[in-house]
Structure formats: C-alpha cells, structure tokens
C-alpha cells in the first residue's frame, strides 16, 4: 500500500484554498471575510511547502498573515461600520467581476498547459530543494552573494523602500 | 516537504481536539439564560454607551510600523544564517541594510511614534 | 510495512503524546505557579485536593467543563464562539518543531527516526514558531472584539499593539543566535552548539536578555500582562468568557509560555545536550525538561516579584530600548562572525552594554525629584482605615517611600 502524500496534501490544501477564498468574497460580513483571508494565506504557504519554497512559505504566514491582515482587522474594528449586520455587500457589477475572473481563468489554464516552463519542467527545479542546509540557504546565497547571481543590490534597494515606508506609515498615521 | 507531513498532522490533532473542547462545553453547561446574565459586563452598572466610539489611529500606525521592521526581520535572518560564508561583504550588506533603516526609525522616533500619552 | 505509512503512524502517535503532554503540563503549571506564588507571599497555596493538592488541576478542569456558556446578546456569536479555539490551536501548532531529543537518539534507520523524539525537524524551524507565535494575536484579538464589551476591546488592541511590538525585537534579537549557528532548523542550532563546544547564552547574553523580555511581553505575562490587567479592565480580552472556553485561553498562554521556554532552552541553553550525556537513553529528556522547567520558573518569580507596567512604559520599552539594542547586537555579532574574531568579544560587548544599561538605570532611580516622594503625613492619610494595620513608624515610611521610585524609573 503506497499513499501519495504530496497529492493528497496538495487536494486538501487546494481545497481549503478555493473554499476560504470565495468565502473571502462572499462572506456578508466584513470580519468573517478577514478571517477567512488567513485560511487563504496559510493554505497558499502549504502550496508553497509542497513546492519546495519553504521560506517563502514561513514569510508568507509572518508577513500576511501575521502582520498584513492584523492590520487589516485593526481598520476594521476602528471603523465604526463594522458592527452593522451586512458590512461586506455585494457589488452591483458582480457579473462583470465574474466574468473577468473566467477570462483570467482561462489564461492562466492556457498558459499552464503550453507554456514549456510550466509542469514538465518542474524537476529542473528540484536540484534546488536538495542543496545542503535546504532551500534557504541556496536562496540566501542568490540573495546575498556576489559571486552567484547577485541580487545584492536590489537587496539594499528593499531597504530604501521601506524607509519610504516608513516615512508614509507616519504621514497617514499623524493625528491632526 | 515531507518533513512537513507531521506538522500538518499535529496541526490537524490541535485542531480537533479545539473543537471538541469548544462542542464539549456546549454539551455539558447548564442553560439558564436571563436577561441580566447576558448583559455586557460593566460591573454592575448600567452601560452608559455601546463601545462603538472611533480608537486613536496610533494603534493602526504601530501596526503599519511593525510591518515595515517584520519584513526587515525576515529579510535579514537569511542573511544572518550566511554571515560565515560570507564574512566581511556580509557585514557590509547588513551594515547598510540596518544604517538606511536606523535613520527613518530615528526620524518616527522623533514623530513620537512611539510616544503614547 | 511501508515507510510512509511508518512516518505517518508514528507521526500521528507522537502528536497526541506531544498533545497530551502539552496539556497536562498546563493543568500542573498552573498549580505549580498557584502554589509557589503562595510561597512568595508566604502563603500555603492549594493544597486540599489530594496530597500537595495534587488533584486540584483535575477539579478545576471538572468544575469548567460543567459552567454554563454565556454568550452576551451584543456578542458577535460565530467569531466569539470560535475566538478561544484559533488561540488554543495556534498554541499547539507552535510546538510541532520543539526538539525534545536528537533525531537520531533511537539510530539512524528511517524506522528509528520516525520515532525519534520530536515532531518535526524542518530546515526553517525557528521561523516556523515565529510564524505561528505571531498568528497568536487573533484569538486574542477575535475574543475581546467579538464580545460587545468595552474591557474586551480595549484589552483586545491594547494586547494586539503590544504583541506585534515586541514580535519585531525577538526576530532581530535571536538573529545573532542564528548568525553562530548558521542554520534555522531548530536541531541544527543544538547541533551547531556542540560542535562549538558553547552555549550560545555564552556568547550572546544580550541577545537572550532581549529574547527573555520580548517573549514575555509577547506571552502576556507578568510584568507585561496589560490585556487582562485586572485594576484597569476588569480582565481585558477575558471579560465575558466563561467555563472551558475560559480555560482554553488560560491553556493557550501556558503553552505559549513553554513554547518560548523551549525556544529560550534550544537557542541559549543547548537543548537538550548537556556534557556529552547525551548518549544514554532518557538523559537528553531529562535535561531538556530541566532547563525549560528553570526558564518556567524565571516566569513565575518575575509574576511576584515586578509590578505591571504603564502602557506607554510598555511601548517605549519595545520601541525605543529593545528594538535599538536587538539592532546593535546584531551589528556586533555580525561583525564577529564575519571577521571570525573569537566568540567571547561579542559576550564581552554584551556585558558592557548590561553594564551601561545597569548604571543608567540606578543612576534614573536615584535622581527622582524629593517632592515626588510622598511625606509620611501623605503616606498616612493615603491609606484607608481598613487597611491600616500596621503602625507608621518613620523608618518603614522611609521604605515605603521609595517604592513610587521603584515602580517608575522615569
């Protein structure tokens, strides 16, 4: 008796994935969509477990689900209309929404089933999963390292984004 | 990834055991509702207000301000766990890295961003 | 047998043991901390149920199961009915990565390492509690907002600005940690810690001051337990919660504290090796329980010991001390580890910016103004009638007196 594990985990968690996000959209109140965001965000880094991307799998819990949508709820509770019974209504152009999610459906499918990047070639990329230490010291060395790929600068550039950041963090913050 | 099999496991375990303790509670209570007993807690007082009144926007300033240095956090750590292998251009990566973040944390400093009354 | 399924049974048994462990840890801290708080005040503490009150963390469990459920009629049903799970939840998922032995303390077959003693040996580990560390802040949050009550909501944001402060200074104050180790995985950290033939407390005693405070504002306990602070806010997030959904709550601090505990003893204190005993079976358990049970009781003494901070104290401690200093101490240590200079120069940094930070801080206390200091005629009428038992002489009022100065060094 064999189990496919990977496949198994990768319908669960699409599953969940799918679910959490049409409730994201379909919730009627606001709080519930919000919280149904975090099911989204911690299946899509189970999508990325199974993929390999272990780091950006941790980043993504840390950073959206632990800090983006904090935030979010944060403006939600400070806003008044959030205790009123339908806080997440229904645009009156859901039908133009829907549609264009088909279309971009569509596109995506198209593009997975053609495109020579795609499924076939995803064991090219597994050498990288089994470099000594896993895949968040390969990526830290293309991150950090000169003599690999070198994303040293755009490195250092991140950090001059988040000093604007910063600095628009305090001016939307400032209370008078 | 099936290093992360018993995760997802134990995850599924604390899960079920949290929703049985929640269905468990609800089985077992008694339920003997009055109208005083579901009654906000104010201490015995009649509530004056709802707590509907607007909260100071510092809280959602902190919260944007604890996003900026959590992705710094995140940025750094594989940096710090290469720090060996790549000894002095390492350094000066993080140098630069931490000094354009120390000068705008200063100047939100000096916003009284940290400031609570 | 197949492997995988091996893996999974073994995998599923060791999660309900860690489950069950878990739990009944919590029912004997909080006995445990009952009886030695009592200590501290020189009281007896529980001691009814069984010998040594022993059995009192079964009578409590069996008194909650039995309390009614009351949901406010201005409580949001669904988030206030769920709120006390996602806590719960997030708070056991957190330990799945705990090293509580080698992972190949039975052999190195995949049979023996499926049983090994710990959950999960993932390459991001120390992350992975991080991740989940921060995911805590909903069932706090989700509690006192969905209960419709003004303690719940003020003890919800203020326990929600407090948490994401302090998570940023224990991801930059383990970074140094993390720069000797070279590694994220939570058994390379104790691995790399024997090869290196130190503690990385030895090396990085700043780092774990920093991570202490931090874990401990991040926990909610004492000094740093303002969400639930009883004289402010009746018992912030908690207000409206009743029975085992009140428990669940009490659970999930607990084992968030013996998480951060294990953290703290994998980090600084090498998990769970000890002078190469590691070798004889049941060894390694016992000091890895030694260690985090010493890091627990550091817990429980600062409860009685420090009184609760000011918020606006709370955040300019996590902003402006921690944040900086966990900054600082990671440049140092970088720096160490990029020239490859001995590890003690960074131990010796440390030490003089706890020494810095030491004299600053008795030099603030002694500076407080005269006039702030309460005169004796104040002292006496400031205390009721009904509490004024003992006589003021003019030697105990002098003791007194410098308690203000104590509790705000500022």
């Known amino acids: 008796m064999t189990i496919d594990v990977p496949a198994v985990a990768f319908w669960v968690i699409a599953i969940i994935l799918v679910g959490s996000a049409l409730a994201v959209v379909v919730m009627p109140k606001i709080v519930h969509a919000a919280l149904f965001l975090v099911a989204v965000f911690g299946a899509a880094a189970g999508i990325y477990v199974l993929l390999n991307a272990e780091f950006i799998a941790i980043v993504q819990v840390l950073i959206y689900a632990g800090a983006v949508t904090i935030l979010i709820l944060f403006a939600i509770m400070l806003t008044q209309n959030s205790m009123s019974r339908v806080s997440n209504p229904f645009s009156g152009q859901w039908w133009l929404a829907g549609l264009i999610c088909v279309l971009l459906a569509a596109g995506i499918i198209f593009a997975v089933n053609s495109s020579p990047m795609a499924a076939g070639a995803a064991s090219d990329a597994l050498p990288l999963a089994n470099a000594a230490g896993g895949t968040v010291v390969k990526l830290g060395q293309l991150l950090y390292s000169p003599f690999a790929y070198s994303y040293v600068l755009p490195f250092e550039i991140a950090s001059v984004v988040l000093l604007v950041a910063i600095v628009g963090a305090i001016m939307i913050g400032r209370e008078e | 990834m099936p290093d992360y099999v018993p995760v997802l496991i134990l995850m599924g375990l604390a899960l079920a055991f949290a929703i049985l303790v929640t269905l468990v509670t609800f089985v077992f209570g008694p339920k003997k509702p009055t109208p005083e007993k579901l009654a906000p807690y104010e201490c015995g007082i009649e509530e004056i207000e709802p707590p509907r009144q607007r909260f100071p926007v510092k809280y959602l300033t902190t919260g944007m301000l604890f996003i900026i240095f959590d992705v710094e956090a995140a940025a750094i750590l594989p940096l710090a766990i290469l720090m060996r292998q790549l000894k002095v251009l390492g350094f000066v990566e993080l140098l630069i890295f931490a000094v354009v973040l120390i000068v705008p944390f200063f100047y939100v400093w000096r916003k009284g961003a940290f400031t609570w009354e | ?410």
């Open chain 3, 1 to 410: 047998m197949d492997a995988t399924l091996v893996a999974i049974i073994a995998a599923v048994v060791k999660s309900a043991i860690v489950i069950a462990a878990l739990l009944t840890i919590f029912a004997y801290m909080t006995l445990i901390e009952r009886r030695v708080l009592a200590r501290f005040q020189r009281r007896v503490g529980p001691n009814r149920a069984g010998p040594f009150g022993l059995l009192q963390p079964l009578a409590d469990g069996m008194k909650m199961a039995f309390k009614e459920q009351i949901i406010p009629t201005r409580a949001r049903r669904l988030v206030f009915v769920i709120a006390p799970s996602i806590s719960v939840f997030v708070a056991l998922a957190a330990f799945a990565v705990v090293p509580l032995g080698s992972p190949t303390a039975w052999g190195s077959s995949p049979t023996a390492r499926a049983w090994a003693p710990l959950v999960a040996d993932v390459n991001v580990g120390i992350l992975y509690i991080l991740a989940l560390s921060s995911l805590a802040v909903y069932g706090i949050v989700l509690g006192g907002w969905s209960s419709g009550n003004h303690y719940s909501l003020l003890g919800a944001l203020r326990s929600a600005a407090q948490m994401v402060s302090y998570e940023v200074s224990i991801g930059l104050a383990i970074a140094g940690v993390l720069m000797f180790a070279g590694t994220l995985s939570m058994v390379g950290i104790v691995q790399a810690q024997v090869q290196q033939g130190i503690w990385f407390i030895l090396a990085q005693p700043l780092g774990f001051i920093l991570y202490f405070i931090a874990a401990t504002a991040e926990v909610n306990r004492a000094p740093f337990d303002l969400p639930e602070a009883e004289q402010e806010l009746v018992a912030g997030y908690l207000t409206e919660f009743s029975g085992l959904r009140w428990s669940l709550y009490q659970m999930s601090e607990y084992i968030n504290m013996i998480t951060a505990a294990s953290v703290a003893a994998t980090l600084f204190f090498g998990g769970w090796t000890l002078g190469g005993l590691d070798g004889i079976p049941g060894i390694p358990f016992v000091w890895y329980t030694i260690k985090v049970a010493v890091v627990l009781f550091v817990f429980i003494w600062m409860r009685a010991t420090l009184p609760r901070i000011r918020y606006d104290q709370l955040m300019r401690l996590g902003w402006q001390l921690l944040l900086p200093l966990a900054v600082l101490n990671l440049v140092v240590t970088a720096a160490v580890v990029a020239f490859d200079v001995p590890w003690w120069i960074s131990t010796i940094f440390s030490l003089i910016v706890l020494a810095i930070g030491g004299i600053v801080y008795y030099v603030r206390r002694r500076r407080v103004e005269p006039s702030a200091q309460p005169s004796d005629e104040a002292l006496r009428l400031a205390l009721p009638t009904s509490v004024r038992l003992v006589r003021i002489d003019s030697s105990a009022s002098a003791a007194t007196a410098r308690q203000p100065a104590e509790v705000s060094p500022n």
